[in-house]
């Protein structure tokens, strides 16, 4: 097979015709020219149309053959639109003013899924900002092709970019489990943004979010999806339980210190953990200490009967269950129960919304951790418009450009 029927496979050419093939300094260039039987197509709208005038030479590069870098050469040509006015043509084999060609946008991109974008650049040879325009390529176009119209239900939730407090909120949406935007920072004005990118038509199809109970989340979310069901997330509410469960075995710690120091000692997650997951010797400890008339064997047994909260299927019996639980809480004499309870009042009506539609952050969660594993796998990113762009391409199940030909 020759070069020129390789290389005309591999571009989809229709339109277009190759003129020469030729060696310079060590690289295969192809000269294209077009075919004057068909008719110039506007890249704005598709419409065809009569040629205007022909610009200068332009240079693409091309998917490596055998190891040999290979540039496309071709003069494009402007046309008179109906509909724009005097455009460029259409040229199916590169995206806007992109000096890559699609096929290697999409080679390079498939292989920055999978390892480290500076090590795509030096199996291919090619400098890291190449590699970074060939995926912001094949995201740009997955962006504006993917379909947002079944969106039903969506999880919210920040991650940390790097040390310092540097956050980004993160929006999934929990039926395909896909990254639907990433922002900076994680304040309200921040999500008012995801809505307004959404639309409002969009909108006001969602039927419910989850997220935790950051109050900037929670005031974005109620401004622009009044009909949404607000699910506070379950697993967030039980962190909030066991760091209130954990400040009771502090206090008591620090006042047994001068009288009995060994006794609550190495015994953090004999209280934290779930009962099944105790060891024999975190057990036959357990049970010595409840014997003992101790605060934070209160605290323990009041977590371990909020647990029965998530066992109902009703919003009826869980809102009775909660309010005797609620009872309990605050006449435990335990402060941090008080307050735990009383923040889960402040919140009721959110929280039994769980009843009404069984969502929670669990796959959050899990993309979370696929985040944090894209950002280590290149040791972090140093702007936020990369640390995005990486984001999009690894979780965002974002379509691509269809190619004619399947590079292995």
Same mark, same amino acid.
């Given at each position: 097979?020759?070069?020129?029927?390789?290389?005309?496979?591999?571009?989809?050419?229709?339109?277009?015709?190759?003129?020469?093939?030729?060696?310079?300094?060590?690289?295969?260039?192809?000269?294209?020219?077009?075919?004057?039987?068909?008719?110039?197509?506007?890249?704005?709208?598709?419409?065809?149309?009569?040629?205007?005038?022909?610009?200068?030479?332009?240079?693409?590069?091309?998917?490596?053959?055998?190891?040999?870098?290979?540039?496309?050469?071709?003069?494009?040509?402007?046309?008179?639109?109906?509909?724009?006015?005097?455009?460029?043509?259409?040229?199916?084999?590169?995206?806007?003013?992109?000096?890559?060609?699609?096929?290697?946008?999409?080679?390079?991109?498939?292989?920055?899924?999978?390892?480290?974008?500076?090590?795509?650049?030096?199996?291919?040879?090619?400098?890291?900002?190449?590699?970074?325009?060939?995926?912001?390529? !094949?995201? /740009?176009?997955?962006?504006?092709? +993917?379909? %947002?119209? =079944?969106?039903?239900?969506?999880?919210?939730? &920040?991650? @940390?970019?790097?040390?310092?407090?540097?956050?980004?909120?993160?929006?999934?949406?929990?039926?395909?489990?896909?990254?639907?935007?990433?922002?900076?920072?994680?304040?309200?004005?921040?999500?008012?943004?995801?809505?307004?990118?959404?639309?409002?038509?969009?909108?006001?199809?969602?039927?419910?979010?989850?997220?935790?109970?950051?109050?900037?989340?929670?005031?974005?979310?109620?401004?622009?999806?009044?009909?949404?069901?607000? !699910?506070? /997330?379950?697993?967030?509410?039980? +962190?909030? %339980?066991? =760091?209130?469960?954990?400040?009771?075995?502090? &206090?008591? @710690?620090?006042?047994?210190?001068?009288?009995?120091?060994?006794?609550?000692?190495?015994?953090?997650?004999?209280?934290?953990?779930?009962?099944?997951?105790?060891?024999?010797?975190?057990?036959?400890?357990?049970?010595?200490?409840?014997?003992?008339?101790?605060?934070?064997?209160?605290?323990?047994?009041?977590?371990?009967?909020?647990?029965?909260?998530?066992?109902?299927?009703?919003?009826?019996?869980?809102?009775?269950?909660?309010?005797?639980?609620?009872?309990?809480?605050?006449?435990?004499? %335990?402060?941090?129960?008080?307050?735990?309870?009383?923040?889960?009042?402040?919140?009721?009506?959110?929280?039994?919304?769980?009843?009404?539609?069984?969502?929670?952050?669990?796959?959050?969660?899990?993309?979370?951790?696929?985040?944090?594993?894209?950002?280590?796998?290149?040791?972090?990113?140093?702007?936020?418009?990369?640390?995005?762009?990486?984001?999009?391409?690894?979780?965002?199940?974002?379509?691509?450009?269809?190619?004619?030909?399947?590079?292995?």
């Amino acid at each position: 097979m020759l070069v020129e029927s390789i290389v005309r496979k591999t571009l989809g050419l229709k339109r277009h015709c190759i003129k020469k093939v030729t060696k310079e300094h060590e690289e295969i260039v192809v000269y294209l020219f077009p075919d004057r039987r068909c008719r110039v197509i506007c890249s704005c709208c598709g419409r065809k149309g009569p040629g205007y005038d022909t610009l200068k030479e332009r240079r693409w590069k091309h998917v490596p053959l055998w190891g040999i870098p290979v540039t496309l050469v071709y003069s494009p040509r402007r046309l008179q639109c109906m509909n724009c006015g005097i455009k460029v043509e259409e040229i199916p084999w590169t995206q806007g003013k992109s000096p890559l060609s699609l096929p290697l946008s999409v080679v390079l991109a498939t292989w920055s899924k999978l390892v480290a974008w500076n090590v795509v650049g030096q199996l291919f040879g090619f400098h890291w900002n190449t590699v970074r325009k060939a995926v912001k390529n !094949v995201v /740009d176009y997955g962006l504006a092709n +993917r379909d %947002l119209g =079944d969106l039903l239900y969506i999880g919210i939730d &920040e991650i @940390s970019r790097k040390k310092g407090h540097v956050y980004h909120t993160q929006v999934y949406d929990l039926i395909e489990k896909r990254l639907l935007w990433s922002g900076e920072d994680r304040t309200a004005e921040t999500l008012d943004a995801f809505f307004d990118y959404l639309g409002k038509d969009r909108c006001e199809h969602i039927e419910a979010v989850c997220c935790d109970m950051w109050a900037p989340y929670i005031d974005a979310i109620k401004k622009h999806l009044p009909n949404a069901l607000l !699910v506070f /997330d379950k697993f967030h509410i039980i +962190r909030h %339980l066991l =760091d209130a469960v954990d400040q009771v075995r502090k &206090e008591e @710690s620090q006042k047994l210190k001068s009288e009995n120091p060994e006794l609550l000692k190495k015994s953090r997650y004999i209280w934290l953990k779930n009962p099944w997951n105790l060891t024999d010797k975190q057990r036959v400890r357990l049970s010595d200490l409840e014997k003992l008339n101790l605060k934070i064997n209160r605290a323990y047994l009041l977590k371990e009967a909020f647990r029965k909260f998530w066992d109902y299927s009703y919003p009826a019996w869980a809102k009775k269950y909660l309010d005797q639980w609620f009872w309990w809480a605050t006449h435990s004499r %335990l402060k941090p129960m008080r307050d735990f309870a009383w923040m889960i009042r402040r919140h009721q009506d959110d929280i039994l919304n769980y009843f009404k539609v069984l969502i929670d952050n669990g796959a959050v969660e899990g993309l979370n951790n696929k985040a944090k594993a894209i950002s280590h796998r290149a040791y972090g990113y140093r702007t936020a418009e990369t640390f995005k762009l990486a984001l999009y391409h690894g979780m965002g199940k974002l379509p691509e450009p269809q190619l004619t030909h399947k590079f292995a």
